[in-house]
């Protein structure tokens, strides 16, 4: 048998092919059919748009907990709705499944500074991200990747 410490409460429960504890595991179903139930009480949902602290106070699920459930992909169904807030710069965006947690442009700024430090040992200056600025091709707008 092999036994492993829950993610969130931190209690040894056998492996379940889980990261959760049963309770915890039934405590996250609770909390994704609280969400489900809540999406689904909008007549028109393709025309809205939430964010976590929206859904989080009408739903009276903690804020960490909707952050967690999204960053794990429970909530991959409704990505389409939900609006984030970027970690970077803080401006909401609606992610897509490759944006991740920064909008485009501190996603752009990310990867150019990250170009920048290629193959230095510079990584710690947190100044060459927030003072970087885009680079734009007028064919291709905003670049992602140094192709």
Known sequence: MA???????????DNNQSNLCPACEEIEAMNIKKI?????????LQT???SLND?????????????RLYKTNKLRSYTSLIN????LCGSKFKPTIFSGVFCKKCTNKVENVASELKGTDNFTD????ENSRPITDKNKGFRYRND
């Open 126 to 129: 947190k100044s060459l991200i």
């Open 3 to 13: 036994f492993k410490n829950c993610s969130i409460c931190d209690s040894l429960f």
């Open 48 to 50: 809205k748009s939430f």
């Open 84 to 87: 984030i807030n970027c970690k």
């Open 36 to 44: 489900t139930d809540y999406f689904q009480s909008f007549e028109n």
């Open 55 to 67: 859904i989080s106070s009408e739903t009276g699920i903690e804020l960490q907990e909707m952050e």
